[in-house]
C-alpha cells in the first residue's frame, strides 16, 4: 500500500516507550506516534491509553526520506465541538461553538487565507498588553497590594 501524508489508516500498536509508540501499518511499515499526538488532553503515561496488541486509527503527519513515518492518533478522531460563551451577549444560554480547540481572539479566525506566523504573534502581543493594562487599571481601582506585602492604601 502506497501511505500519503493526511491518510487515516488502521495500525496495531506493537511498542510502548516513554516518548511515544510504534503502530505496524499495511505492507510491513512501522510509524510511530510521539507521546503530544497520542490523545487531545495531557499525556503522562501512555499506557493510561494505549495497549500493546490494540488496533487504532492514526493520521500520517510526515513521511521522511529516510521512509520514517510520524502518525498521530488525536489527529484522526473527529473533531470534538466545544461551547464557546459568546462574548457579544452576556447571556449564558446563548453559545457558539468551535471545532477548533482554543479559538483564542489572536488566532485566524477564519481559515479562507493562512496568517502568518508573525501576524498571529503581533494580534497575541496586542491582545495580552490591552488585558494587562485592564487588570493593573482594575488593580488600581481596587487598591491592590506592592510587592513588599503592605496594602497601597495607607
Known amino acids: 500500500m502506497s501511505f500519503e501524508v493526511g491518510m487515516i489508516v488502521e495500525g496495531k500498536v506493537t511498542g510502548i516507550t516513554k516518548f511515544g509508540a510504534f503502530v505496524d501499518l499495511e505492507g510491513g511499515k512501522t510509524g510511530m506516534v510521539h507521546?503530544?499526538?497520542?490523545?487531545?488532553?495531557?499525556?503522562?503515561d501512555i499506557k493510561?491509553?494505549?495497549?500493546?496488541?490494540?488496533?487504532?486509527?492514526v493520521k500520517i503527519l510526515t513521511i521522511g526520506e529516510d521512509g520514517k513515518i510520524s502518525l498521530s492518533i488525536k489527529k484522526a478522531l473527529p473533531p470534538q465541538r466545544k461551547p464557546v460563551h459568546n462574548q457579544k451577549n452576556n447571556n449564558t444560554s446563548q453559545k457558539s461553538y468551535s471545532a477548533r480547540p482554543g479559538n483564542f481572539e489572536w488566532q485566524a479566525s477564519k481559515r479562507t487565507e493562512p496568517s502568518s506566523f508573525e501576524d498571529m504573534l503581533s494580534k497575541f502581543k496586542q491582545t495580552s498588553d490591552e488585558k494587562m493594562s485592564d487588570l493593573k487599571r482594575m488593580e488600581n481601582k481596587r487598591g491592590g497590594y506592592s510587592r513588599r506585602g503592605n496594602s497601597s492604601k495607607q
Open 35 to 44: 507521546i503530544s499526538e497520542v490523545a487531545p488532553t495531557y499525556v503522562n
Open 48 to 57: 493510561d491509553f494505549l495497549t500493546e496488541g490494540q488496533t487504532v486509527k
